[in-house]
């Protein structure tokens, strides 16, 4: 049930989405999915990005301030405030994870990201990591956050993956045009994923798992 009005809301465009960390992979994506004429949500702790965007100014040399302008002529809007998770569907999350000392991701962005919107999920929705991470983050980091709320994930709420691919300033590759890799944590999760990318991408690559890197 949950799956079917999720997909059907993907369907019609009338899906609210959510992206956390509005940077070089979170803005373009907030473009993209409004240019699709989805109602879509930024969030972001630092507030004097909220406020550049919500004036319709953009902070990064390769987006024109035009394009900030169109997607809030769409319905964007920026906030800080975490509340506001509760009225998005799809909450994609794309938050740094600088390598630490050891060469590998720090993920206390990620994990600082969740303990600021967990009380404010609700079941129907899906959650997406979009940083980039090591093989099993999605299982070992945001499953157990779901969980812990009393969810089942692949039935009342949906959780994937799907890694960032972007060239900044690219113009011949975008972000329509570069093949996306989808996945889920159940084959449910991963239909709802694949159908949320491929309203704004030209070809999904879905995966078997969030483990899995290339099909």
């Not at 920026?78 to 991701?105: G, Y």
């Not at 990201?113 to 609700?122: A, F, G, M, V, W």
Request: charged share 25%; net charge negative; with cysteine.
């Amino acid at each position: 049930m949950y799956k079917d009005l999720l997909i059907k809301k993907i369907d019609s465009k009338s899906a609210v989405v959510g992206i956390i960390g509005l940077g070089y992979v979170g803005l373009p994506l907030v473009i993209r999915f409004s240019e699709e004429g989805f109602p879509v949500i930024g969030f972001d702790i630092d507030e004097d990005k909220v406020e550049k965007l919500n004036k319709g100014e953009s902070y990064l040399r390769h987006i024109p301030s035009s394009s900030i302008d169109a997607a809030a002529n769409n319905g964007f809007t920026a906030t800080s405030d975490w509340k506001r998770i509760s009225d998005c569907d799809a909450i994609i999350i794309c938050v740094p994870t600088p390598l630490d000392l050891h060469k590998e991701p720090d993920l206390q962005y990620i994990r600082g990201t969740l303990d600021s919107i967990k009380s404010h999920l609700k079941k129907g929705q899906v959650l997406i990591l979009e940083s980039t991470s090591y093989p099993g983050t999605t299982e070992e980091e945001l499953v157990p956050v779901a969980k812990e709320l009393g969810f089942t994930v692949g039935e009342d709420f949906f959780v994937g993956f799907s890694p960032e691919r972007e060239d900044p300033g690219n113009i011949k590759f975008t972000i329509k045009n570069i093949p996306k890799v989808v996945s889920g944590v159940t084959d449910d999760c991963r239909s709802v994923v694949e159908a949320l990318y491929g309203t704004i991408v030209t070809k999904t690559v879905p995966v078997s798992s969030p483990r899995v890197l290339r099909k």
